[in-house]
């Protein structure tokens, strides 16, 4: 299905739901699309630390963290 025809399927899609919850909750993740996505900028700094660590080899496994 190419983005065009996923456009024009929607709402037509939409218009059959009777489901109060169900519009409810897709209005909500309408609303709140950007959101969904984002992640702060401090955040992102700590998976870039994290991501260094890793190529460091300072990291710990599942066992020996469970062992601690």
Not at 17 to 23: F, H, S, V
Not at 30 to 45: G, Q
Not at 56 to 66: A, D, L, M, P
């Amino acid at each position: 299905m190419t983005l065009m025809e996923l456009k024009r399927s929607i709402p037509e899609k939409i218009d059959s739901i009777n489901d109060r919850e169900l519009l409810e909750a897709i209005n909500a993740l309408l609303d709140n699309h950007a959101k969904v996505f984002h992640i702060p900028e401090h955040m992102k700094e700590g998976i870039r630390k994290g991501k260094e660590d890793i190529k460091k080899g300072n990291f710990s496994t599942i066992k020996e963290f469970e062992k601690k």
